[in-house]
């Protein structure tokens, strides 16, 4: 086992079993090598085989183990950006075409879940992006604009409509994506393991690759138990890369994330406190983030990594922002914590790269893993099937460079999210 109370917390215990998977033993050949077994990986694995595709998935740990395993749960459209910003930055093609996959992409998830009955306490009433203060509203209603420009399905919430469907009046007001929703993260994961063996591909986990090479005019990928040769390999390990191009990681700067889920609330409790069961999270710049799940756990989290003197502090003001934003919610025990890491580049935005002719990855999802992987991973198998061609991805074909004074940046923002949980909470 992999997975610890402290790397996966409450997904771990509430998650269905994953499928029965082996280490990689012997040699094999196919036409997809796939390293990485989280929701880019596994997404890839499914739709190449639905294509008639032999995929074989080489995860180093276990299923979900990444960041797929430990998120809070929120399936979300577009990025942390505003949308207007994709255009800006990739140019009107990709920015557009970005825009477009990244705004369906929860239905693209919530699709596959209901195809292959996945068991993951999916919900589709929407997210709630809470503003506080004046500077928190005036963002909303700027990204408000730009979606209902583009025809989206999100509207601003005046603070007394946000306190309806939170239960708290501590926000300005909301942003409510009805495209959106929440899911128990580890098992949506498991379940696209089931869906893509079930379609005819193959998962290896306990099996890190430790090399790529080129053996003909085809790939190698080795692991300590055997290798697999393919025509391409993808490379969908993001912000946990180690091994053959770890430049992946490099290229990302690491911000923790915690969560901690309280026990089951008082069903009194439970009714006052986000009665429609949508996910949220807020404008600060040291965000929090919020849900329930199916039993009544109150899940919240927010940025800082439980581990030294982090873990006392981020508990504790958990505790006090709980009862500042809910004071009905009385005692409150935590039944589960855990953290993880999210990898942000320099812009917020993903990355599309060509290692070396055939082997490709998208990766840098900026704590929007759920759906982009979900549709990422479709993308990469369209491109290598032959569907669409390189010009043709939602992304710019771009080279991978090491993030800029990454090592400092990881301890300032570890460091600093407890310097402002230390202090106390904004609400």
Known sequence: MSVRPTTHGLWETTAPPAPVTAALAGDVSCDVAIVGGGYTGLSCALHLAKRGLKAVVLEAKSIGFGGAGRNVGLVNAGMWVMPDELPRVLGDVH???LL????????????????????????????LHCALGDDGLNELKQRAAQWRARQAPVYLLSAEETAQRIGTKAYAGSLLDLRAGTIQPMAYVRGLAYAAVKEGATIHTDSP??????TGDRWTARTAGGSVTANWVVMATDAYTQGPWEIIRKEQVHLPYFNLATQPLPEDVRASILPGQEGCWDTEEVLSSFRMDARGRLVFGSVGALRGTGEAIHRGWALRALHKLFPQIGPVEFEAEWFGWIGMTDDNLPRFHKFADRVVGISGYNGRGIAPGTVMGRALAELISGEKAEEDLPLPLTTPEAAKMRALKEVFYEAGAQAVHLTGARF
């Open 95 to 97: 920015g557009d075409r």
């Open 100 to 127: 477009n996959l990244l705004g369906n992409a929860p239905a693209a998830v919530f699709d596959i879940v209901e195809t292959y009955g996945i068991a993951c306490e999916l919900q589709k009433q929407g997210t």
């Open 209 to 214: 690759v430790t090399d790529v090479t080129a």
